[in-house]
């Protein structure tokens, strides 16, 4: 009898001690951060922007334990470029079809498009479609496999009276039509909710840019295999003054994206206006394709 106390006492302390350890070894996986589902979020800003209108956001994605990659497209933020050298929307997308390429074959990533951002993110999801996890229109140009990539942007032109443009600059760039933002566009159209030195910020970095709506109009639609085979999202901004609301429920559902998340409150530059309901938008979406 006192031999078999004795051995379940030995079997119980030796449980104890396991499970003690597998407790401790499960509390250092947390802290060290490996039990995250950790992502590589990729953000493409929108025209005449630039890396700068993400800084809210990126070190909120950061300090969730992803990866965050915001880079300049060419002739935006610091890119050396000026959009007169610029003649292609694929030569204005190459900083973002350069990382694809060096993406492992293993990996995907996160794209987040914001208002022009849409097709460049498209066109990286067309040529690098098993690279792609989601991508996220935020208050985006969202193209269809139906009609060639610039059916929406001249839908947009077509609805959008000249006189909405306020103080935005256009002037001919070569075999396309540039645009420069003024003050009185990014406060009153783009920035109106947003804080006032976000606003300051806009006006201190843009740069002159295109939609390249010429270019676009002149090439083949994307593909059904490519962006379209990978999952979409869409943010909806309900205040946009750029993009009303009901213009991107009108993309969303011409380019037949099913799952869709709302933003109330905020601007066009959702990423300043309501960073944190914009990180925990794309939280849930994520976790959906974890």
């Known amino acids: 009898m006192e031999y078999l106390l004795n051995s379940t006492t030995q079997e119980e302390d030796t449980m104890r001690s396991e499970f003690f350890i597998f407790f401790m070894f499960f509390i250092s996986m947390i802290i060290s ?5 950790k992502k590589h979020y990729v953000l493409v800003h929108g025209a005449c922007h630039g890396a700068w209108s993400w800084y809210k956001l990126k070190p909120r994605l950061e300090s969730a334990g992803h990866k965050v990659t915001s880079l300049d497209l060419a002739a935006s933020g610091i890119n050396m470029k000026k959009i007169d050298d610029v003649h292609t929307f694929s030569q204005y997308s190459d900083p973002l079809l350069r990382l694809m390429a060096t993406i492992p074959k293993n990996e995907k990533v996160v ?3 914001h208002s022009l951002g849409g097709l460049n993110i498209a066109l990286a999801m067309d040529k690098f479609p098993k690279k792609v996890t989601v991508g996220v229109f935020l208050a ?3 193209p269809d496999t139906e009609h060639q990539p610039s059916y929406v942007l001249e839908k947009y032109n077509e609805r959008t009276p000249s006189s909405a443009w306020l103080d935005t600059e256009f002037a001919p760039s070569g075999n396309k039509t540039s645009m420069f933002f003024g003050p009185n566009f990014l406060s009153n159209k783009l920035y109106q909710l947003s804080p006032i030195e976000d606003l300051e910020l806009a006006k201190t970095l843009v740069r002159p840019s295109s939609l390249f709506v010429e270019d676009l109009s002149t090439q083949k639609n994307f593909s059904k295999e490519g962006y379209g085979s990978v999952p979409r999202a869409y943010i909806v901004c309900t205040e946009d003054i750029a993009i009303p609301m009901e213009y991107q429920l009108w993309m969303i559902q011409n ?11 905020a601007d066009h530059m959702a990423m300043n206006s309501k960073p944190r309901e914009l990180f925990e938008s794309l939280e849930k979406i994520v976790t959906k394709y974890a």
């Open 255 to 265: 380019a037949g994206i099913n799952d869709v998340l709302k933003i109330k409150g």
């Open 111 to 113: 794209l987040v498009g």
């Open 33 to 37: 951060g490996n039990c995250i589902d």
């Open 140 to 142: 985006a140009f969202a």
